[in-house]
């Protein structure tokens, strides 16, 4: 299947992409993106090409470099899993890839240790759900990682639930939870960590932590994404930069991950979600002033 999408300056198409085990498969779709407009693009989509590239078998990080160099009318070509007899998609990945783990809890009620993130509809799109944080002295702390994805808990599929579904069926387990889990990407990784570091600082650091990072917009945009934000997964969290790709922040090279943007032009972003911030950035031209607490 092809499927022609436009691509605006500054803005990607809105897709999450991951190794799958003969490619690189769609896991996610952001809310409001030009990708999630079209709806023709699904969770589990196989990308095999983009604007005449052959892609079938390539990495992710390939994959990602051709959507990202790509302009103007981006035509995209798929491979969709066939449908098995109840209606949902086949697995998308080798089941060499997921390994059983069984946390002993000492009671029903006690908790597995576990913060967890993402989700169908979260606020960092449809991405799966993934372990974001691990408490030490839990019953957890041996046997789950920061980053990866829980694919089934006792055998019911966490594809295409919500996070408040999610976190209802660990609540209601029984006393030994089995889970299936495989390896979370390089992003979910950072996602955990940027997640548990900053859940703690203050909304609005000292004056004396920030530094002003001027950037001129020019035709390709500011260059970078933004995660955090009132209501995100983790409850209300200050913005932090997510990745640096191009455009006028590479060319400051005065950004990096992880750095909080306190003010945008003198404007405080405290009570703004991330959505509130990309649609103040994506109408500002010219020079915009960034203040912002180094990582």
Same mark, same amino acid.
């Given at each position: 299947?092809?499927?022609?999408?436009?691509?605006? !300056?500054?803005?990607?198409?809105?897709?999450?992409?991951?190794?799958?085990?003969?490619?690189?498969?769609?896991?996610?779709?952001?809310?409001?993106?030009?990708?999630?407009?079209?709806?023709?693009?699904?969770?589990?989509?196989?990308?095999?090409? +983009?604007?005449?590239?052959?892609?079938?078998?390539?990495?992710?990080?390939?994959? +990602?470099?051709?959507?990202?160099?790509?302009?103007?009318?981006?035509?995209?070509? =798929?491979?969709?899993?066939?449908?098995?007899?109840?209606?949902?998609?086949?697995?998308?990945?080798?089941?060499?890839? =997921?390994?059983?783990?069984?946390?002993?809890?000492?009671?029903?009620?006690?908790?597995?240790?576990?913060?967890?993130?993402?989700?169908?509809?979260?606020?960092?799109?449809?991405?799966?759900?993934?372990?974001?944080?691990?408490? !030490?002295?839990? !019953?957890?702390?041996?046997?789950?990682?920061?980053?990866?994805? =829980?694919?089934?808990?006792?055998?019911?599929?966490?594809?295409?639930?919500?996070?408040?579904?999610?976190?209802?069926?660990?609540?209601?387990?029984?006393?030994?939870?089995?889970?299936?889990?495989?390896?979370?990407?390089?992003?979910?990784?950072?996602?955990?960590?940027?997640?548990?570091?900053?859940?703690?600082?203050?909304?609005?650091?000292? +004056?004396?932590?920030?530094?002003?990072?001027?950037?001129?917009?020019?035709?390709?945009?500011?260059?970078?994404?933004?995660?955090?934000?009132?209501?995100? !997964?983790?409850?209300?969290?200050?913005?932090?930069?997510?990745?640096?790709?191009?455009?006028?922040?590479?060319?400051?090279?005065?950004?990096?991950?992880?750095?909080?943007?306190?003010?945008?032009?003198?404007?405080?972003?405290?009570?703004?979600?991330?959505?509130?911030?990309?649609?103040?950035?994506?109408?500002?031209?010219?020079?915009?002033?960034?203040?912002?607490?180094?990582?």
């Amino acid at each position: 299947m092809k499927v022609r999408l436009n691509k605006i !300056p500054g803005q990607g198409l809105g897709l999450n992409i991951e190794n799958g085990p003969s490619g690189t498969i769609i896991f996610g779709i952001v809310p409001g993106s030009e990708a999630s407009i079209d709806g023709t693009l699904m969770q589990g989509d196989e990308i095999i090409g +983009a604007n005449g590239v052959d892609l079938t078998g390539a990495t992710r990080d390939r994959v +990602a470099s051709e959507l990202k160099k790509a302009t103007g009318t981006v035509v995209i070509e =798929i491979r969709r899993p066939r449908k098995s007899q109840n209606g949902s998609a086949k697995p998308t990945r080798k089941g060499s890839h =997921i390994r059983k783990v069984t946390i002993k809890r000492r009671h029903s009620q006690e908790p597995l240790g576990i913060s967890i993130a993402g989700g169908f509809g979260s606020a960092l799109g449809d991405v799966p759900i993934f372990i974001a944080a691990v408490d !030490p002295e839990g !019953p957890a702390s041996d046997k789950l990682k920061m980053g990866e994805r =829980i694919v089934s808990i006792n055998g019911t599929s966490s594809e295409r639930i919500t996070h408040n579904e999610c976190a209802q069926l660990l609540r209601q387990s029984p006393q030994n939870v089995v889970l299936e889990m495989s390896p979370g990407d390089q992003e979910m990784q950072y996602m955990s960590q940027y997640l548990v570091q900053h859940t703690d600082r203050q909304k609005q650091p000292h +004056a004396s932590a920030m530094v002003d990072v001027v950037l001129f917009r020019g035709a390709d945009g500011l260059g970078f994404s933004i995660v955090g934000g009132k209501d995100s !997964p983790k409850g209300d969290l200050p913005i932090y930069i997510k990745t640096v790709s191009g455009g006028a922040a590479l060319r400051s090279a005065k950004l990096k991950r992880g750095d909080q943007i306190v003010y945008v032009n003198g404007t405080s972003l405290e009570g703004y979600t991330r959505q509130d911030t990309v649609n103040m950035l994506k109408h500002l031209e010219g020079e915009i002033v960034l203040s912002i607490v180094p990582a």
